[in-house]
């Protein structure tokens, strides 16, 4: 399901698919709809006209709201929103150390309050597992600890070695599930996460151990949690060499369109992040020279799409004059048109990126881009 | 521009047309985009696929905010928000009344504060042609007093002789506008507009004053402001054997679905309402069985679409279970679909209603659905 077409450097060329959809073009670029819709008012529907191959749900959202059991009783997330490409599914283990409150972390899983109620939830590997079947998604990820930074050396092998016995867990749950006559999804696919807070040496020594537990692919989890950006680059470049080649990588919530650049760089196959989305619902938007503040009073009567280099939808039929009196008029149909743009953005970064490979002109691609398309214009 | 096809009763069926868009079938509806966006995130493209004939904007917002020369400067409202269609502009006169404060009411127009700065601004008959002119719609409607109810008929009188005065004036400023070779619409029409409260004599006095000026249709104003449902009834009866029969007919501000189908059997043309849309951003969808609240638990794992017997976007796509998750988590997404089914339902319900009439079967379609389609569920 995954097969690697070209290399340059460490960088991968592939193609990946799964129970949904068709063949997905790598390196991907995840598009996010944490509670089954994306944010901004964008419904599935609307993600085929921006280029998204995979959609990522949140386990944690989901769980709290509507139930698992609501979306397994309506017959799985892709009928649910409407979607019928792939789907990935976090474990929920970010969220759990993220959003809610008075954790409690065990051997057998994490004690937790429900960030919306307060309700007392617990999640192991096992409830992780069994939510994301009940979701249907396409790829499930494995219940993790993502330690906050920065760490003590002692705290976080402590926690990967936890995390690296919860990967057992998952896996002999994950079996189980897709074997089940009513599994909503039995083509569902297991990806184990790497972690070692910024510690080399745990990064390495983790991921050789997961690597040794037949998943379907792998992803380097709790980075981009506010270390600096070389540290992420330097923890990806000590544990790309010990990811195996014939599966997919997966970067975390990873991030800026450079982030993204080098990450493939490093020979990272999918990524995703909440940044374009979010950026978008404040006004900020991507272009290939570099980002711009629509609110800017500049724009007032600016006749021109938001970037003149733009083939998506907003930028075919809209003007940066009327998306400012958008945002200036705190119409909801601002955060649409931003959000498509911003999406459409990455999605072709990713396209752009994929293009260079297959031509061979990945690195005079990344001289071009890397480091200069967060700048402001 | 307006063809009367067949009538049954005093109910028209009838085709209009104007400088946008295609054939016009009448009775219509005219889906409201205030701020020349659809609440709920919906865009001028989305109207097409909800069977939108013509859109609505308002003078006194898109005055305010970008401004009236911001919108010609950039081409104007079609431009703007990219519709090809027919659109409609208020006068401001209602939002004047309604939403400004400070307001002095002299001979000249109305002196006012801003609702949104509280910055002080003069509106006249010629200052709203000169706004709705800049805006380029194709229909402009004349600059009138909305009286609150209840009001004396002294008062009444004395403000719906003046309207009839600044419908003089707007006649002459918009005849001069039309025929300005910088026009951004040399087509735009003007509507007059039927003022009088709840008073049937100053109401026929007014209606038969304006038939003589010749304007390219008629609204009936100032209904639906708080007066009982069948004053509001008795109003239209008074006054419409006094429109002129070759133009179109447009009552403003309704209404309900049972409010638009008993208008349309006293000989109205054209309506418009910000219910459907409100309603809807409140969870309350129409059906063709009556309404329901989304928010409901008992839609929390029901499989069916909003209106089993709809084929809207919405219903061919989504259950109710999926929309009250999405209300539940307050994403933006829920106020589109349930905005894009409401509009959807007031526009079919218009379709089906020039069905009956070209059917001959409207007394019977009225016999079915006045009175019970506001009925919950």
């Known amino acids: 399901m995954f097969t690697l077409i070209t290399t ?47 959609e990522l749900s949140n386990t944690y959202h989901l769980h709290l709201r509507p139930g698992d059991d609501v979306v397994r009783a309506m017959g799985g997330l892709h009928k649910f929103m409407d979607w019928d490409g792939p789907i990935l599914t976090d474990s929920g283990g970010f969220q759990v150390f993220s959003l809610s409150s008075l954790r409690k972390i065990r051997e057998e899983g994490v004690y937790f309050a429900s960030h919306l109620d307060g309700r007392k939830i617990f999640m192991g590997p096992e409830e992780s597992m069994r939510i994301q079947s009940n979701l249907g998604s396409d790829i499930a990820m494995a219940f993790d600890e993502c330690v906050e930074n920065p760490a003590t050396h002692d705290y976080a092998k402590q926690s990967c070695e936890r995390t690296l016995r919860w990967l057992e867990r998952c896996k002999a749950e994950h079996d189980r599930l897709v074997a089940l006559p ?57 544990v790309e060499p010990h990811m195996p080649q014939e599966k997919p990588r997966y970067l975390m ?26 950026n978008a619902r404040h006004g900020k ?93």
């Open 8 to 54: 340059h450097g460490r960088a991968r060329r592939g193609t990946f698919s799964c129970a949904h959809g068709g063949t997905v073009q790598t390196p991907v670029f995840m598009n996010v709809g944490t509670q089954a819709a994306i944010k901004g008012g964008l419904s599935a529907h609307d993600l085929k006209g921006i280029g998204c191959q995979i």
């Open 182 to 238: 009513d599994a909503v999804n039995p083509g569902q696919l297991l990806f184990g996460i790497n972690q070692g807070a910024t510690f080399a040496d745990l990064r390495v020594w983790h991921m050789k151990e997961i690597a040794k537990i037949d998943c379907d692919g792998y992803a380097i989890g709790g980075l981009a949690v506010g270390e600096p950006t070389e540290v992420m680059y330097e923890i990806i470049d000590a």
């Open 253 to 278: 919530g990873v991030g800026t369109p450079s982030n993204i650049i080098e990450g493939v760089a490093r020979g990272v196959d999918f990524f995703d992040c909440v940044m374009p989305a979010r």
């Open 285 to 377: 938007l991507f272009t290939w020279s570099g980002t711009l503040n629509l609110k800017n009073e500049k724009y007032k009567t600016d006749p021109l799409p938001i970037d003149p280099e733009c083939d998506c939808p907003v930028c075919r039929s809209f003007s940066r004059s009327y998306l400012r009196h958008l945002f200036k008029a705190e119409e909801v149909l601002a955060l649409r048109l931003a959000v498509m743009h911003n999406l459409y953005f990455y999605n072709k970064l990713m396209e752009k990126i994929r293009n260079a490979l297959d031509e061979g002109t990945f690195e005079s691609f990344r001289a071009r881009y890397s480091g200069r398309l967060e700048e402001r214009i």
